[in-house]
């Protein structure tokens, strides 16, 4: 089967208006006889939610949380790109374009790219327009800040917090047509299976998680916004409930999953301090605006500091090693995600880790507060050569920048970061791989849409920070609702989807079958104990470096636990009731299929690009080598076992932008 | 206008509006009371003059004594619907953690207060309303001719247990006004930079004008 | 560290709970209290027994999941954290442990320690939002200028996460600190003040329908909310209940 993304004709430019001209759409009236079901209720999931019921769809939105505010997309903080160009410091849609082809190491889809670049600009005005209350300056106009890979200032914030106003805001859209009758919410709800009727997505079966009652809801199309699959690593900075399923369950039933092994390991979290621990904590990226990164430069230092001897204040400055600085002078500690990460194993294999474990590194902020503090006390008129002084107000400085997550380092490990550097390792953040979508952001089966983090389309294979709060809303708020148009409007003699035919009856079935399996299953392990077992194997062997070697031995390893899990996992309870085992038990029942075609995607991939890095493909200088060959997306066909899934490719041309070596330096 | 009593909000403005009145009563009593102190004829002079003048006897206390009942009735209405608001009450509750005994408490302060109230009325309002309406002799003098009102004071704060019992309701007066004063702030929304010197002018309102009552009480009572 | 906890369990919004006691041992300091829970529920498993359900998910402070009643205070002993947040650090060997749900009426128990917030989405429906559409059609973001003091204090107003705290804290069940924040967010801004009457008066009007309690301002919620939203918030939804009332 040829992959066809459908990508409209003619110059870059124009092909999103072109094609917005010649799409077609659904009167007013036809509207109401149309039903759409949207899963998650994120940025993506949310905002799409909102804009259809507005268009006059009847919308039903799922979310497994107990409200729509709480999904994860809440606990993005750093900022949203846009390229508005209000700096006046050389942005503009090309260079947002531009800048996330070459951050997503040319390996996304040039015309999706374009149009998230070409709208980013309206999101703000609509952000600001529904109150999102986003950082001001004195002036009263919108403050921006800088984030990685780029040379610019675009980033619009609301502190660190930027993910939560953004969702309230999208929530605060979708309540008002909740309260208008136009979305149907069905909260502490779980999709278990997407059902295809006539080669069509036609609706899904869902699991009521305080009941425990199996529900059909039909409509005619299905839009995935149930985000990333980062949790299939166990510790990860996404949220206990994330999941892979409703993405799962659709490849399951033929849409294809394009570039599993694209994942984004951030740079800056707090790490890992024990057996004990449930997810790992993100640090915006934000805070390497104003942090440097360093290990001290001589072994003895990096002992004293680990034997608790040393302080690392007490390091001088010619005997700390800013290996970002040193390695990437143009960019600096703001070079992207992908790279700051590996930079930080380099030095932590190298032996140089600062704390017990030896997985650390610091996230240095005293020279911010010289900085700050000088700059205040001179427009304070104070006294700009008395240390204390200076250090005080650059605190405060810091402090209104960053508070937030000042605070929540310091009740996390027990440490004042005003005074000592923070501790930072990467961890598992954002997955750029997802559904294989079209321009329409269709996935294969048609009237099954996928936005938002589950699909793959933007990003390529790393994504820049504060580009997912853009996807996600460009895709819900300006991306989808004219997509999905095109495709309802051949829909509207159709009449209401009956929930009674034999697909519902097998795809019920089939999600009971599981269920019941399951809760039998009296095993003699918990949910967990598979979870953290298939985390460790993904840590290790699909982390932040891979070979062939380790990546072979994974995909027998996950097979392996993954029929440990069917025959020996212990489920209490019972399936009519609020019963978060069974909950956790399905989602990892998904990872543990999901994981092992991760390693066979990432098998596959004999090159090194953005979040893949490939041991065996790197230069002499340790940077990713890029593969010319594999300029394509490899977009899996389910059969049966992971294992066994085909490839297939989506050759990826570059028309408009130069493919060549990205460098930091 | 109709939200006024019926939501949430509009009844504590309600209840905020008849605690500014009931304020502004107590510092006019305590004006008047303090008088007695320093001088029994001005005293003398100014409870006649409030016990005679048609506009304190016949509008402004019938609107007190409504305030009161308004103040006491929308309290009680207010506690019930609150223990509605958790029917099941916590096995561990540690109150003190984060707000006041005083902000947890108002009914009982609020209660103490009312009782002492129909002390107080038996003591002062009751014989006043028997000699002026229903006696008839709206004069305020006694047989020998002076103001009766010094007098009939003093007589009172003979008897130490009542002095006893005046001093124990000014305290819950104090503990009652000590978050009241702020509270009826906030809840006519004011809520801004004078809020701290409001706050601390509010407590030294809730102490001092308390403390003067009992003053007066064990004053008279040491000095009869 | 060794620990006795006292956890409320209730099979289902139906039946009756009651405070249960367990022994848990090997507590590390750095734990965060949920993940204490998770090694409970863990050994309950192992054990047999049904795990304590408890709601949770980001883990980190923000997505507002996360509730519990500890040792008699919203989210426990230490200020400005929600649940998941609360280390163990907090507690000393030998500590007896009070876990109870969130309570009040309009917070109904769905299972042992998770409670049903629905209400404060109504009052959320109701008028928690700007009537724009999302078309992306409107000003350039730029357009109007906000005071940055005022923008500042909407950005504060709306960290709300909605755990609930307020409410679980207050001894009158009021919920007086979630809608006034969500209320001051947007009297703040000059785009949220133009439809200001109705969404206070529809607001308050859920509000009270909900069966949450009145104010009597004793300041509890402001203690106790994770986020530190402010008091302020209160009197400023009070005016403008106040003045939307007057103008009829």
Same mark, same amino acid.
């Given at each position: 089967?040829?992959?066809?993304?459908?990508?409209?004709?003619?110059?870059?430019?124009?092909?999103?208006?072109?094609?917005?001209?010649?799409?077609?759409?659904?009167?007013?009236?036809?509207?109401?006889?149309?039903?759409?079901?949207?899963?998650?209720?994120?940025?993506?999931?949310?905002?799409?939610?909102?804009?259809?019921?507005?268009?006059?769809?009847?919308?039903?939105?799922?979310?497994?949380?107990?409200?729509?505010?709480?999904?994860?997309?809440?606990?993005?903080?750093?900022?949203?790109?846009?390229?508005?160009?209000?700096?006046?410091?050389?942005?503009?849609?090309?260079?947002?374009?531009?800048?996330?082809?070459?951050?997503?190491?040319?390996?996304?889809?040039?015309?999706?790219?374009?149009?998230?670049?070409?709208?980013?600009?309206?999101?703000?005005?609509?952000?600001?327009?529904?109150?999102?209350?986003?950082?001001?300056?004195?002036?009263?106009?919108?403050?921006?800040?800088?984030?990685?890979?780029?040379?610019?200032?675009?980033?619009?914030?609301?502190?660190?917090?930027?993910?939560?106003?953004?969702?309230?805001?999208?929530?605060?859209?979708?309540?008002?047509?909740?309260?208008?009758?136009?979305?149907?919410?069905?909260?502490?709800?779980?999709?278990?299976?997407?059902? #295809?009727?006539?080669?069509?997505?036609?609706?899904?079966?869902?699991?009521?998680?305080?009941?425990?009652?199996?529900?059909?809801?039909?409509?005619?199309?299905?839009?995935?916004?149930?985000?990333?699959?980062?949790?299939?690593?166990?510790?990860?900075?996404?949220?206990?409930?994330?999941?892979?399923?409703?993405?799962?369950?659709?490849?399951?039933?033929?849409?294809?999953?394009?570039?599993?092994?694209?994942?984004?390991?951030?740079?800056?979290?707090?790490?890992?301090?024990?057996?004990?621990?449930?997810?790992?904590?993100?640090?915006?990226?934000?805070?390497?605006?104003?942090?440097?990164?360093? #290990?001290?430069?001589?072994?003895? *230092?990096?002992?004293?500091?680990?034997?608790?001897?040393?302080?690392?204040?007490?390091?001088?400055?010619?005997?700390?090693?800013? $290996?970002?600085?040193?390695?990437?002078?143009?960019?600096?500690?703001?070079?992207?995600?992908?790279?700051?990460?590996?930079?930080?194993?380099?030095?932590?294999?190298?032996?140089?880790?600062?704390?017990?474990?030896?997985?650390?590194?610091?996230?240095?902020?005293?020279?911010?507060?010289?900085?700050?503090?000088?700059?205040?006390?001179?427009?304070?008129?104070?006294?700009?050569?008395?240390?204390?002084? #200076?250090?005080?107000?650059?605190?405060?400085?810091?402090?209104?920048? $960053?508070?937030?997550?000042?605070?929540?380092?310091?009740?996390?490990?027990?440490?004042?970061?005003?005074?000592?550097?923070?501790?930072?390792?990467?961890?598992?953040?954002?997955?750029?791989?997802?559904?294989?979508?079209?321009?329409?952001?269709?996935?294969?089966?048609?009237?099954?849409?996928?936005?938002?983090?589950?699909?793959?389309?933007?990003?390529?294979?790393?994504?820049?920070?504060?580009?997912?709060?853009?996807?996600?809303?460009?895709?819900?708020?300006?991306?989808?609702? $004219?997509?999905?148009?095109?495709?309802?409007?051949? *829909?509207?003699?159709?009449?209401?989807?009956?929930?009674?035919?034999?697909?519902?009856?097998?795809?019920?079935?089939?999600?009971?079958?599981?269920?019941?399996?399951?809760?039998?299953?009296?095993?003699?392990?918990?949910?967990?104990?598979?979870?953290?077992?298939?985390?460790?194997?993904?840590?290790?062997?699909?982390?932040?470096?891979?070979?062939?070697?380790?990546?072979?031995?994974?995909?027998?390893?996950?097979?392996?636990?993954?029929?440990?899990?069917?025959?020996?996992?212990?489920?209490?309870?019972?399936?009519?009731?609020?019963?978060?085992?069974?909950?956790?038990?399905?989602?990892?029942?998904?990872?543990?299929?999901?994981?092992?075609?991760?390693?066979?995607?990432?098998?596959?991939?004999?090159?090194?690009?953005?979040?893949?890095?490939?041991?065996?493909?790197?230069?002499?200088?340790?940077?990713?080598?890029?593969?010319?060959?594999?300029?394509?997306?490899?977009?899996?066909?389910?059969?049966?076992?992971?294992?066994?899934?085909?490839?297939?490719?989506?050759?990826?041309?570059?028309?408009?932008?130069?493919?060549?070596?990205?460098?930091?330096? | 206008?109709?939200?006024?009593?019926?939501?949430?909000?509009?009844?504590?403005?309600?209840?905020?509006?008849?605690?500014?009145? +009931?304020?502004?009563?107590?510092?006019?009593?305590?004006?008047?009371?303090?008088?007695?102190?320093?001088?029994?004829?001005?005293?003398?002079?100014?409870?006649?003059?409030?016990?005679?003048?048609?506009?304190?006897?016949?509008?402004?206390?019938?609107?007190?004594?409504?305030?009161?009942?308004?103040?006491?009735?929308?309290?009680?209405? +207010?506690?019930?619907? !609150?223990?509605?608001?958790?029917?099941?009450?916590?096995?561990?509750?540690?109150?003190?953690?984060?707000?006041?005994?005083?902000?947890?408490?108002?009914?009982?302060?609020?209660?103490?207060? &009312?009782?002492? &109230?129909?002390?107080?009325?038996?003591?002062?309002?009751?014989?006043?309303? !028997?000699?002026?309406?229903?006696?008839?002799?709206?004069?305020?003098? +006694?047989?020998?001719?002076?103001?009766?009102?010094?007098?009939?004071?003093?007589?009172?704060?003979?008897? @130490?247990?009542?002095?006893? +019992?005046?001093?124990?309701?000014? @305290?819950?007066?104090?503990?009652?006004?000590?978050?009241?004063?702020?509270?009826?702030?906030?809840? @006519?929304?004011?809520? !801004?930079?004078?809020?701290?010197?409001?706050?601390?002018?509010?407590?030294?309102?809730?102490?001092?004008?308390?403390?003067?009552?009992?003053?007066?009480? &064990?004053?008279?009572?040491?000095?009869? | 560290?060794?620990?006795?906890?006292?956890?409320?369990?209730?099979?289902?919004?139906?039946?009756?709970?009651?405070?249960?006691?367990?022994?848990?041992?090997?507590?590390?300091?750095?734990?965060?209290?949920?993940?204490?829970?998770?090694?409970?529920?863990?050994?309950?498993?192992? %054990?047999?027994?049904?795990?304590?359900?408890?709601?949770?998910?980001?883990?980190?402070?923000?997505?507002?999941?996360?509730?519990?009643?500890?040792?008699?205070? =919203?989210?426990?002993?230490?200020?400005?954290?929600?649940?998941?947040?609360?280390?163990?650090?907090?507690?000393?060997?030998?500590?007896?442990?009070?876990?109870?749900?969130?309570?009040?009426?309009?917070?109904?128990?769905?299972?042992?320690?998770?409670?049903?917030?629905?209400?404060?989405?109504?009052?959320?429906?109701?008028?928690?939002?700007?009537?724009?559409?999302?078309?992306?059609?409107?000003?350039?973001?730029?357009?109007?200028?906000?005071?940055?003091?005022?923008?500042?204090?909407?950005?504060? =107003?709306?960290?709300?996460?909605?755990?609930?705290?307020?409410?679980?804290?207050?001894?009158?069940?009021?919920?007086?600190?979630?809608?006034?924040?969500?209320?001051?967010?947007?009297?703040?801004?000059?785009?949220?003040?133009?439809?200001?009457?109705?969404?206070?008066?529809?607001?308050? %009007?859920?509000?009270?329908?909900?069966?949450?309690?009145?104010?009597?301002?004793?300041?509890?919620?402001?203690?106790?909310?994770?986020?530190?939203?402010?008091?302020?918030?209160?009197?400023?939804?009070?005016?403008?209940?106040?003045?939307?009332?007057?103008?009829?």
């Amino acid at each position: 089967m040829a992959l066809d993304p459908k990508i409209p004709e003619g110059p870059l430019a124009d092909k999103w208006t072109n094609y917005k001209n010649h799409i077609d759409l659904v009167n007013p009236a036809n509207k109401r006889n149309i039903d759409v079901i949207v899963i998650g209720t994120g940025l993506a999931g949310g905002s799409a939610a909102a804009t259809l019921a507005e268009l006059g769809y009847n919308v039903k939105a799922f979310c497994f949380q107990d409200s729509p505010r709480r999904a994860h997309s809440i606990a993005a903080q750093g900022g949203i790109n846009a390229a508005k160009n209000y700096q006046g410091d050389g942005d503009s849609v090309y260079r947002l374009f531009y800048d996330t082809v070459k951050g997503g190491d040319y390996r996304s889809r040039e015309a999706n790219v374009y149009r998230l670049a070409e709208v980013s600009s309206n999101i703000i005005d609509q952000c600001v327009a529904q109150g999102v209350p986003f950082a001001r300056e004195y002036g009263g106009y919108l403050d921006n800040r800088s984030f990685g890979g780029v040379l610019v200032s675009r980033t619009f914030y609301a502190a660190g917090q930027t993910g939560q106003q953004l969702l309230l805001g999208a929530y605060s859209a979708m309540n008002r047509q909740i309260g208008r009758g136009k979305i149907k919410m069905y909260n502490r709800h779980e999709m278990l299976d997407v059902v #295809v009727v006539g080669g069509k997505a036609r609706g899904i079966i869902a699991r009521n998680l305080v009941t425990g009652e199996i529900e059909r809801h039909s409509a005619h199309a299905v839009v995935l916004g149930s985000g990333g699959y980062g949790n299939v690593f166990f510790l990860s900075t996404n949220a206990m409930g994330s999941n892979v399923t409703a993405a799962w369950k659709a490849h399951k039933r033929g849409a294809f999953f394009a570039n599993p092994c694209y994942t984004q390991i951030h740079p800056t979290c707090i790490p890992v301090s024990g057996d004990h621990q449930s997810k790992l904590t993100l640090m915006s990226e934000s805070l390497r605006n104003d942090g440097r990164i360093w #290990v001290p430069k001589n072994m003895d *230092d990096v002992k004293a500091i680990r034997e608790g001897n040393l302080k690392p204040t007490a390091i001088p400055e010619e005997n700390r090693d800013y $290996y970002l600085e040193r390695r990437y002078p143009a960019f600096g500690n703001l070079v992207p995600r992908d790279v700051a990460s590996r930079a930080a194993k380099e030095r932590c294999d190298e032996g140089y880790g600062v704390n017990k474990t030896g997985e650390a590194v610091y996230l240095d902020f005293a020279a911010a507060f010289q900085r700050y503090g000088k700059e205040r006390a001179h427009v304070r008129g104070l006294d700009e050569n008395d240390a204390a002084l #200076v250090k005080r107000l650059g605190q405060e400085v810091i402090k209104e920048k $960053y508070g937030n997550l000042f605070q929540m380092y310091e009740k996390i490990v027990d440490q004042n970061p005003y005074e000592t550097p923070m501790m930072i390792y990467p961890a598992v953040h954002y997955t750029m791989g997802g559904l294989w979508v079209d321009y329409n952001l269709m996935t294969n089966i048609p009237g099954l849409y996928s936005i938002g983090e589950a699909n793959f389309s933007d990003h390529g294979a790393n994504r820049l920070g504060a580009s997912a709060l853009m996807q996600g809303l460009a895709d819900g708020y300006f991306v989808l609702p $004219y997509t999905i148009g095109d495709y309802l409007s051949k *829909d509207i003699r159709t009449g209401k989807i009956p929930t009674d035919s034999p697909e519902f009856d097998q795809a019920e079935k089939n999600v009971k079958e599981n269920l019941d399996h399951l809760i039998n299953n009296n095993g003699s392990h918990s949910v967990d104990y598979f979870h953290k077992k298939l985390g460790k194997i993904m840590w290790n062997k699909c982390g932040m470096a891979r070979n062939a070697e380790g990546l072979r031995e994974a995909i027998v390893q996950i097979s392996e636990l993954r029929k440990e899990f069917w025959k020996d996992v212990r489920v209490p309870g019972t399936q009519n009731e609020l019963n978060e085992e069974l909950a956790k038990a399905m989602r990892v029942a998904d990872f543990l299929e999901l994981g092992e075609l991760f390693a066979k995607d990432a098998l596959q991939r004999e090159e090194s690009a953005g979040g893949h890095f490939r041991e065996e493909h790197q230069t002499a200088e340790g940077e990713a080598l890029r593969s010319p060959e594999f300029q394509f997306v490899s977009a899996w066909e389910y059969q049966g076992e992971p294992k066994d899934a085909i490839l297939h490719k989506e050759e990826l041309e570059y028309e408009n932008i130069e493919v060549k070596e990205r460098s930091y330096k | 206008m109709s939200g006024i009593f019926n939501s949430s909000i509009g009844r504590k403005f309600a209840m905020a509006l008849s605690a500014f009145f +009931l304020m502004i009563f107590l510092l006019q009593h305590f004006a008047i009371n303090i008088l007695s102190v320093f001088s029994p004829e001005a005293f003398n002079n100014t409870s006649h003059f409030m016990g005679t003048f048609w506009i304190v006897q016949y509008i402004f206390q019938p609107i007190l004594i409504l305030g009161v009942i308004f103040h006491f009735v929308m309290g009680m209405v +207010l506690e019930v619907r !609150n223990r509605n608001a958790r029917k099941i009450a916590y096995a561990k509750n540690n109150g003190n953690a984060n707000s006041t005994w005083m902000s947890r408490n108002m009914i009982y302060t609020g209660g103490a207060i &009312l009782l002492f &109230l129909g002390l107080h009325f038996y003591d002062f309002w009751l014989p006043e309303i !028997n000699t002026k309406y229903i006696q008839g002799d709206m004069s305020g003098l +006694l047989p020998d001719g002076n103001y009766r009102y010094f007098e009939e004071l003093q007589h009172k704060f003979v008897d @130490v247990w009542r002095v006893a +019992l005046y001093c124990l309701a000014f @305290v819950f007066l104090s503990l009652h006004l000590l978050h009241g004063f702020s509270s009826a702030f906030q809840s @006519v929304g004011a809520n !801004n930079k004078y809020t701290r010197g409001l706050k601390g002018f509010g407590k030294a309102y809730a102490i001092i004008i308390p403390l003067g009552f009992i003053f007066i009480a &064990l004053y008279h009572h040491f000095n009869y | 560290m060794k620990l006795t906890l006292k956890i409320w369990r209730q099979k289902n919004a139906d039946t009756k709970g009651k405070l249960v006691d367990y022994q848990i041992d090997g507590i590390d300091g750095d734990m965060s209290f949920l993940e204490m829970l998770d090694v409970l529920n863990g050994q309950l498993i192992n %054990k047999g027994e049904e795990p304590v359900a408890f709601d949770h998910d980001c883990r980190e402070g923000i997505c507002g999941s996360c509730s519990l009643f500890i040792n008699g205070e =919203a989210h426990g002993p230490d200020r400005l954290v929600t649940t998941c947040q609360l280390h163990m650090r907090m507690f000393k060997d030998g500590d007896t442990i009070h876990i109870e749900p969130f309570r009040a009426t309009a917070f109904p128990v769905i299972k042992d320690l998770v409670v049903d917030r629905g209400s404060f989405d109504r009052v959320q429906h109701a008028g928690g939002f700007i009537s724009v559409n999302t078309s992306g059609k409107t000003v350039d973001a730029n357009t109007i200028p906000v005071n940055k003091h005022d923008a500042d204090m909407s950005f504060m =107003a709306a960290t709300c996460i909605g755990c609930g705290a307020c409410v679980a804290s207050c001894k009158n069940s009021s919920a007086m600190l979630f809608v006034s924040a969500k209320v001051s967010q947007f009297a703040l801004l000059p785009q949220g003040k133009i439809e200001a009457t109705e969404r206070v008066l529809n607001m308050v %009007k859920q509000m009270d329908e909900e069966g949450f309690g009145n104010c009597t301002n004793t300041g509890a919620c402001e203690v106790e909310c994770p986020k530190g939203i402010s008091l302020e918030n209160i009197a400023r939804m009070n005016r403008e209940y106040l003045s939307a009332t007057f103008k009829g």
